[in-house]
Structure formats: C-alpha cells, structure tokens
C-alpha cells in the first residue's frame, strides 16, 4: 500500500480519488474501503449508493477532509478561500437550538471569519430560498422536522463552499416532505452548479438527483459501478412516470441486491 495522502488535482475535476482504501483500528481492525478509484467533476451531481456499512460515509469523510484515508490519494482541486471547501449536510440537521434560523444559517461563514452584515445578508438569501423566510427570529425547536432539515441546507449553500457533501440528507424526512425537499434541492443546485456528492439509500432519489450513480459492494466498500443518468434538466419527480426510470431503478435494484445480501451476510 503507498501511503495516503491529499494534494491539489491539475483538472477540472473537484476531486480525484486514487486507490483510496481505509482501514479503522482499534479493538477490531476494520477495513471500510478497498482500493476506490473514482472523479468528480466540478459542478457535477454524484450520487452514493450501497448496503449499510460499505464506507460510503467514510468515503464522504475523506473527500470533506474529516478523515485520512490509510492508502492511496485523494486530490482536491477546490479552490481555496476563507471558507472550508467543502459544507457537510448531515441526516441529522445538525442546527444549534441556542440559535435562531438566522444565526444558524449564518453560522458557517461566521466560524469564517465573515462580517455580520455580509453573512446575515448571505443567510437571509438563502432561508428564502429554501422557503423559511419569515422564520429568521425562530429556534429550532419551534420548527418541524422538515423545515430544521431546510436550515441544514441553507447553511450548506450559506457557506460558501463549492462543494456539498451530504450523508441521507433527506432520509429522516416524511414521504411527501422529502419528495419537495429533493425538488428544491435541484433546483438550488441547478442555480449554483456546486460540486456535490449525496449518499443515499433511495435509489429513486439518486436518479431524480444525480448525473451519475456510484454503486458501491458491501464492505470493504469498492466501486461495483458507476451509472451516467441520461434525464436532463431541469428535473421534477415527474421523471419517476418514465419507463427509462423504471427500467434503470430495476437495474440499480438487481445490483446492489447481491451487495445488500453480502452485507447481511457478513454482519
Ligand atoms: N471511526 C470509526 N472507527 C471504527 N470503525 C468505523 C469508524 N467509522 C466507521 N467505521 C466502520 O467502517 C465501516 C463503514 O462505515 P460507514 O459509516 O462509512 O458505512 P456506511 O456505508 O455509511 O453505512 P450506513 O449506510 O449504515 O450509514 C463500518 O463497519 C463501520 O462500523
């Protein structure tokens, strides 16, 4: 194994990972991640999928810098700048409930060192778009699940970073919630074209989301395949009507099955 290590990709390729593996020791030494080769390119939507346990977190981690990887290279070509290249949306909202939507939203480019006028501007941007305006003075606890999970993404796109990593972002949502949720989290994106990279565990959501799909084996995760998805843009859940998203969800579905059965398998 050559060791590890991240340095800037001469490309237009945000990052560029190079036979990344990831091993975690400690009481029971785990092996995450074996030998991922993989490019994203700026601007573009990739989407994760794979059975529980496959590294996909981890792999999210290595990109946003959270985690070393144990062998191999991760290049990272994003332009650096007083905010961090990449903004994480977690599951779990993450908001701070001593802060009100304002704050939170603004909280990223505060921990950046931004004046307050420009960050709160930069915030109040952003919970518009997102559809919280006329909340800016609520806590978090005052909000439903879904709008706390809208605070995530404002602060997200807040930040500033050119790149999102988002882990579930959607996941603890209701159904009907979470279907508007991943219709606004396209158009933000087709707006401001950042580089994103989604894990998920909706295969649906991954076609209505992404221009590519990465299905991941079960652990040590590697890269089984990766899937370019042919819908343009602008894009709503009225593609889920058309036989070609069926036919690719069934395809998606037969694949990741044998790595689902995999997982069970071994855990
Ligand atoms: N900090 C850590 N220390 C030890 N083992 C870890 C650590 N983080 C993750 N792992 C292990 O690495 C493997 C991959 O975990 P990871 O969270 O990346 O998977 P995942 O695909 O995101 O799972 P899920 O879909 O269930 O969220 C798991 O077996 C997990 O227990």
Redesign the pocket.
């Known amino acids: 194994m050559t060791p590890a290590s991240t340095t800037a990709a001469p490309s237009t390729d945000a990052f560029v990972v190079d036979d990344v593996s ?1 091993i ?1 020791v ?1 009481k029971n030494q ?1 092996q ?2 074996a030998n991922i080769d993989l490019r994203f390119r700026a601007g573009s939507f990739t989407c994760i999928v ?12 290595i990109l946003g810098e959270l ?1 070393t990887a144990t062998a191999g290279h991760v290049h990272n070509n994003l332009p650096e700048s007083r905010v961090p290249r990449s903004a994480f949306v977690f599951q779990d909202h993450g908001a701070l409930p001593w802060f009100t939507v304002l704050q939170n939203v603004a909280f990223g480019e505060h921990m950046a060192s931004v004046g307050k006028r420009e960050r709160e501007e930069h915030a109040r941007h952003w919970i518009s778009e997102v559809g919280l305006a006329g909340f800016e003075q609520a806590y978090p606890h005052q909000l439903s699940g879904g709008m706390r999970q809208r605070i995530a993404i404002a602060r997200a796109f807040a930040t500033g970073s050119p790149s999102l990593l988002m ?2 972002p959607l996941g603890a949502l209701d159904a009907q919630t979470r279907i508007l949720m991943q219709e606004q989290l396209v158009e933000l994106w087709e707006a401001e074209r950042k580089t994103v990279v989604l ?1 998920t ?1 909706s295969i649906e959501e991954a076609l209505l989301l992404g221009d590519r799909i990465v299905v ?1 084996s079960a ?1 040590p ?1 590697r890269v089984k395949e990766t899937i370019e998805v042919p819908f343009g843009r602008p894009r709503t859940v009225d593609i889920e009507t058309d036989p070609e998203f069926t036919r690719m969800k069934q395809d998606i579905w037969e694949s990741l099955r044998d790595e689902v059965q995999a997982s069970l398998r071994f855990s």
């Open positions: 990831k975690f400690g785990v995450a991640l794979g059975p529980s346990g496959c590294g996909k977190s981890t792999l999210l981690r985690e882990d579930e894990v565990h991941m652990r995760g």
